[in-house]
Each structure stands twice: as C-alpha cells, then as structure tokens.
C-alpha cells in the first residue's frame, strides 16, 4: 500500500486514542479529572494544582507487583493504528503485553514489552529505528503494526515485578471503521530456549494452523562462546513440510541482511551494530563490563517480503560457529525470540510463557 499516496483520503474517519488521559477513548472524554494529590489514581496530580482540571493531571497510572491492568478495551470494528509505552520499572521483561481480539479467551499477543518492541535484554536496553517499531530515547516504546478487529479489541499489562511500576505511560491511537472480510488478525508469541550442542537449533514458532502471513522475527541472542555463532540457518516449515523447510536462509547474519559476520568492510573489527527500516542488529555488546555472555539484538520484518502459508507454519534458528579445522561447531546459547504474524482466527493456544525468573537476563 501506498502509505503517502492514502493520506489524502483518510479525512473524516473516527479516530479515537486511549491513554491515561483518556482511559475509554470517548469523544470529549479526555483531561477530565481535577487534580487531587490525596486521590490514589491520581498520584501524578500534585504538579497540576495551580492549573486546575483540563491540564496534565493523569498522564500516568500505576500497576502495583502482581497486578494486571486493562490498558485498552474497545468495541468495533477498528484497527489500531499505533502504540506507545513505557515505565519506570527498570527490567521491561517483568511487564507482560497481551491483545485479544473479538472476545477470545487466549492471546493473540503475549509477550514481555521490552521484546515486543526489539528490546529484548534488561541489562543492555538500546534504541531501535526501524520502519514498524522504534524505541526512542529514553525507552519509548513505539509500534505501528496495523491491529484489525471487528467486534472488540482488549489490551492487557501485568505486572511480575516483585516491585509496583509507579509509572505506566501509554497510548493506543485507532480508527473505529469497517474491516475487510478477508483481513487476517496481528499475532505475536515470544520463546526462550537454550540450545544443545546435540540439538543446536531454537524453536521461533511452532504449531501455527490456518491461513496467513509471517512478518517479522526478533531475536535476543546470548552467545556463550568467544568464536562466531550466527553461522545457522533460519528455515521456514509450511504447509505440510516434514523433515524439510521450504524455505532455508543462508546463515544467521544472511537472513538479517548482513554478510561476513557482521564485521566492518575489511573484517577486521567485531560485530557492529545497525538499524534501517526493515532488517538490524541495533545491540552488539561484544565485550561486557558486566562479566555475562556477548548480546546481540536483531530484527527482520518482512513487510516487503512477507511469508504467506495456506495451512501451516513453523520457524526455526540454528546456533553455530565454527571449529578451528573450519567444521561447523554447535553452539550452546541463550535465545529468545518474537515472532510476528497475520492469521485467520481461531489460533491455537501458545505455549505456556515462560516464568519471570525464566525471562530475566543471564
């Protein structure tokens, strides 16, 4: 779709933005609360009291240790267009993201915010400028997936902290319109695995059934050796594939659009890191002061070259590198990942999310 080439003819749609400010999204419905320091739900009011209602009085909420606060609940239909968030709670994989579209009772996103959004480590946060998200300083967390529903839409954050986020700022902006029939629904599941020198390989996605189209891959990569570990392909099992993809990519640097171990153009310096609009690895903490593994952060999203499959859908990545006699040596590392789709409802249920002790950086 020609995004510039639709502006002109976006005039007059009912568009409506959910945030502290305006908890419903209603017309007329926001800034509407007098501040009132002594009011727990408007803790944030006190620099407000000169100014009266009508100024910054709820621009934040709160989201006490093991809590869960409904973020957004809309009835449709609609899309939404784009999400911001951020907190003050210093590890973003202790808050979980979900979305449920048309009162389902599982998630069609369930992930920790911090890699939903390409910032996938706790101790190593970073910005990300790419084309569908963007993490701009200081860990303002931006996406523009397109987020179709037609009878409602529910958006979720839990807290696993055993700390309360005295800060939980953000924003849904959406359109309240007609959704086409053939439109599919935004998925995204998140998986950390370690992989086995017998078995090196980690699971992306698994047991995806329907209709529909992959588009993006997230991947918060630990790598426990000192050699090089992107040698492994990333490979694509659909409709009915058994021991063979359809699909295989090069190698792990090839599939996020890089070539020779990510090094300079000479090859003679570590991995270095980049963003652009559609692949990067904007981390690549190749030394570290904290005495853990090396961190790499990479994203591809395939919004140019998205992956369509009919029945069904399952992605892989390899961990390798290589042994000094130039065979390829499996590595034992520590991935996570996100994967992010589009698929006719109903989906099969995820697997179940890791705990947060699962989550935190190692």
């Not at 963007?134 to 996406?143: E, F, I, W």
């Not at 055993?162 to 995204?188: G, M, R, S, W």
């Not at 065979?327 to 789709?341: C, E, F, G, N, R």
């Amino acid at each position: 779709m020609d995004i510039l080439g639709q502006l002109p003819y976006l005039g007059g749609t009912e568009t409506r933005q959910i945030n502290a400010e305006n908890p419903t999204g209603e017309k007329g419905g926001a800034c509407r609360w007098d501040p009132d320091p002594q009011n727990p739900l408007l803790p944030h009011s006190k620099a407000a009291v000169h100014l009266g209602r009508g100024w910054k009085v709820r621009p934040f909420i709160q989201l006490k240790a093991g809590e869960m606060a409904t973020l957004a609940d809309i009835q449709g239909p609609g899309i939404i267009n784009q999400m911001w968030i951020t907190s003050n709670l210093k590890n973003f994989s202790e808050l979980v993201l979900r979305f449920y579209w048309d009162n389902e009772p599982t998630p069609s996103v369930e992930v920790p915010i911090g890699a939903f959004f390409a910032m996938g480590f706790d101790k190593a946060p970073h910005d990300v400028f790419s084309a569908p998200v963007t993490v701009a300083p200081n860990r303002g967390l931006n996406c523009y997936w397109q987020m179709p529903f037609r009878k409602h839409a529910r958006v979720t954050l839990t807290n696993e902290s055993e700390q309360d986020a005295n800060i939980i700022a953000y924003k849904f902006l959406y359109k309240l319109q007609d959704v086409p029939n053939d439109a599919a629904y935004f998925h995204a599941q998140y998986r950390r695995s370690t992989t086995r020198r017998d078995y090196p390989e980690h699971v992306i996605l698994d047991g995806v059934q329907g209709k529909g189209v992959y588009v993006g891959t997230y991947l918060a990569w630990n790598a426990f050796s000192s050699g090089w570990w992107g040698e492994g392909e990333v490979k694509f099992y659909m409709d009915g594939d058994g021991e063979f993809p359809t699909i295989a990519d090069n190698g792990t640097e090839d599939y996020f659009g890089g070539a020779w171990c990510f090094t300079d153009a000479i090859g003679t310096k570590p991995e270095r890191a980049y963003n652009s609009p559609y692949i990067g690895m904007p981390l690549a903490r190749v030394t570290s002061e904290l005495g853990g593994p090396r961190k790499f952060s990479l994203y591809r999203w395939h919004l140019l070259d998205a992956i369509g499959f009919k029945e069904d859908l399952r992605v892989t990545v390899q961990a390798l590198g290589w042994w000094p006699n130039r065979t390829y040596q499996p590595l034992t590392d520590d991935i996570a990942s996100v994967a992010y789709w589009y698929q006719s409802e109903p989906h099969q249920a995820f697997p179940q999310l890791p705990s947060v002790y699962d989550r935190w950086d190692r």
